[in-house]
């Protein structure tokens, strides 16, 4: 296996070798920081395509009415939102996420809906 020459001391490493940190406190930081503006910017960034998919998704389930569904990673509570619209929605959503902030989003938009 062929060596690389020593870097020099003021050299910095690419970016391609430096691995992003996946830290669990890092990354609920990074949500809790853009937790009033998650909803705006995932319909942004998705083209509206989040509404899509969470729409289909809770088609998918089929549900009747009597189901109680675990969110997992529930960030502002759009899939509990969904999955509790409708004669035949759940009867009852669990949310959980790691990300505070999150979920104080969610628990906002709970009371508002």
Partial sequence: M????PRSAGA??????VPPSKEAGRISGMFDAIAPRYDLLNTLL???F???WRARAIRSLAL????????VCAGTAG???AARR?????????GVDFAGA????????????
């Avoid at 910095?12 to 070798?17: D, G, L």
């Fill in 79 to 81: 899939v509990a939102l």
């Fill in 50 to 52: 989040d509404r899509q």
């Fill in 86 to 94: 409708g004669p035949s929605g759940a009867r009852r959503v669990i």
């Fill in 46 to 48: 998705s083209a509206g």
């Fill in 102 to 113: 999150m979920l104080e989003v969610g628990r906002r938009r709970i009371a508002a809906a």
């Fill in 2 to 5: 062929a060596r690389r020459p």
């Fill in 12 to 17: 910095h490493a690419p970016a391609a070798e």
């Fill in 64 to 71: 009747t009415g009597r189901e109680c569904l675990l969110d």
